[in-house]
């Protein structure tokens, strides 16, 4: 044993032969009369997880949101999110419905700048403004969508 860790030996000795005598005074637990664990008295929680939220319903909730914004970006944002899913086919026709730009630029969100090349090159229609946007955001993941609908 070394000398330096002494002081470190002895505290943790200590602390242990004090939490004996207080462990070992009915510490027992047992089952009330509802069937919940207790100690001493106090309420013992169970193990056991709460349940996953259901993903259909969050999905739901962040599209209704989307919606609500009531901007190109948040349809845009929600399709980069789910792409595939029915309610991201539901964004894209609303979507659709939308021939302007935002008229205020989305604040706080890194992603930002690519939502709006994103719906620029919505806006144009063209083959081409498809592909320089996926090339120029290839990385993200509306690259994959701005590739699909690039090709005929």
Known sequence: ???QNWPSMCFALSVLFAALPWS??????????????????ILIAQAGMARPPDDAAVLAQEFRGAVDDGSNT???RFIARHPGTVLADEAWRRLQQRPAPDERPLANDPDAAIYAAFD????????EAWRDFARTYANHPLAAEATRLASP
Do not use: Y
């Not at 070992?24 to 001493?40: I, N, P």
């Not at 620029?120 to 083959?127: L, Q």
């Open 24 to 41: 070992a005074q009915g510490g027992a637990a047992f089952r009330d009369e509802k069937g919940s664990l207790r100690e001493e008295g």
């Open 74 to 76: 948040a349809l845009i």
């Open 120 to 127: 620029a090159a919505r806006r144009t229609g063209k083959a």
């Open 1 to 3: 044993m070394n000398v």
